[in-house]
């Protein structure tokens, strides 16, 4: 397996164990980056079987498609994972559904350490942080158009950050004196408004507004829920899906809708029997979430803080 200038796949060992792609009919990688998990995938995956990788980021999936052009039963599809039940062609392929299903959410290390994209407070660069570079919305007009409120509720909900308000106001009182243009600048900005005894530990001060700058520009959380709900109904039964996340707000959405999907009674517990109707959709393979082994993290930092759940899909149908 080779290494591309994109990031290690977190987790590979434990996602492929979960997924066992060598007896799958169809696969999908919904958040492609690099093609690192693609590629393990790819390694086990039957000559006959077919594997789809989605990215909304061109340049990722340009770099992946090089990656992976050895094989043939591998197809790159550009667009976001939300719109995956549209942008899979199970009936051009004859498939009734998949197999087993990928997410990676969050960004990617190589548009993390890529300057030029903007998503890091720590190398200057225009603010952006798309990961569509198509789409409209960068974080310049985020952050030198949205109202003080709006900025408030997108750091304190996003970024978890107690220093919203803080932050929000001086990033509003910098750009009436000139607008905000660079990742370093809006850093700096952050920095200074957060208390100084609140920044002598831990990780850079303005990690938890560039976070919720990032997920508003890229729509992340709107709607994930739905997607994970969209995907599942892609599975065929016994199709496996596998998720990994980087941080609690990601985290408790997938937790929740695969809570929901495996006990989706509304029966009270006091009935005797179910009279909804209601059937698991799916059932529960990880119980608490993985985490990468302490070797992984040595090797890979990143990795620290990801979280793997996954579900396997039951025979009962999904509705709604």
């Known amino acids: 397996m080779t290494e591309s200038g994109y990031h290690k796949p977190i987790m590979l060992k434990e996602v492929l164990g979960l997924l066992d792609p060598a007896h799958c009919t169809a696969t999908v990688d919904g958040t492609l980056g690099g093609g690192g998990h693609s590629e393990g995938i790819l390694e086990l995956l039957p000559e006959t079987s077919w594997h789809f990788g989605i990215d909304r980021d061109a340049e990722a999936l340009a770099a992946a498609g090089e990656r992976?052009?050895?094989?043939?039963?591998?197809?790159?599809?550009?667009?976001?994972?939300f719109n995956m039940r549209e942008l899979i062609p199970l009936s051009e392929y004859k498939l009734p559904g998949v197999d087993g299903i990928l997410l990676d959410l969050g960004v990617s290390s190589h548009q993390l350490d890529d300057a030029k994209r903007g998503f890091s407070y720590g190398a200057e660069a225009p603010l952006d942080?798309?990961?569509?570079?198509?789409?409209?919305?960068?974080?310049?007009?985020?952050?030198?158009?949205?109202?003080?409120?709006?900025?408030?509720?997108?750091?304190?909900?996003?970024?978890?950050?107690?220093?919203?308000?803080?932050?929000?106001?001086?990033?509003?009182?910098?750009?009436e004196a000139a607008p905000i243009e660079t990742t370093t600048r809006l850093a700096e900005i952050v920095k200074a408004a957060i208390p100084a005894a609140a920044r002598r530990d831990g990780p850079h001060p303005a990690r938890r507004a560039f976070q919720a700058i990032r997920i508003e520009v890229n729509g992340e959380l709107e709607g994930l829920g739905e997607a994970i709900r969209n995907a599942v109904s892609l599975l065929n039964p016994g199709g496996v899906m596998c998720v990994i996340t980087f941080h609690s707000l990601e985290d408790r959405i997938v937790k929740n809708v695969f809570r929901e999907l495996a006990s989706p009674c509304t029966c009270p517990p006091s009935a005797p029997i179910c009279i909804c109707g209601k059937k698991p959709i799916v059932e529960i393979l990880t119980g608490k979430p993985i985490v990468a082994s302490e070797s992984e993290v040595n090797e890979n930092p990143r990795a620290r803080s990801a979280k793997l759940r996954a579900v396997k899909r039951t025979h009962n149908e999904l509705r709604g």
């Open 129 to 175: 942080m798309r990961m569509d570079t198509s789409a409209p919305l960068s974080a310049y007009e985020v952050v030198n158009g949205y109202t003080s409120k709006r900025l408030f509720e997108i750091i304190r909900d996003y970024g978890e950050e107690r220093f919203a308000s803080r932050i929000a106001n001086a990033i509003v009182r910098e750009r």
């Open 68 to 81: 992976l052009a050895g094989y043939a039963n591998f197809m790159e599809l550009y667009g976001n994972f």
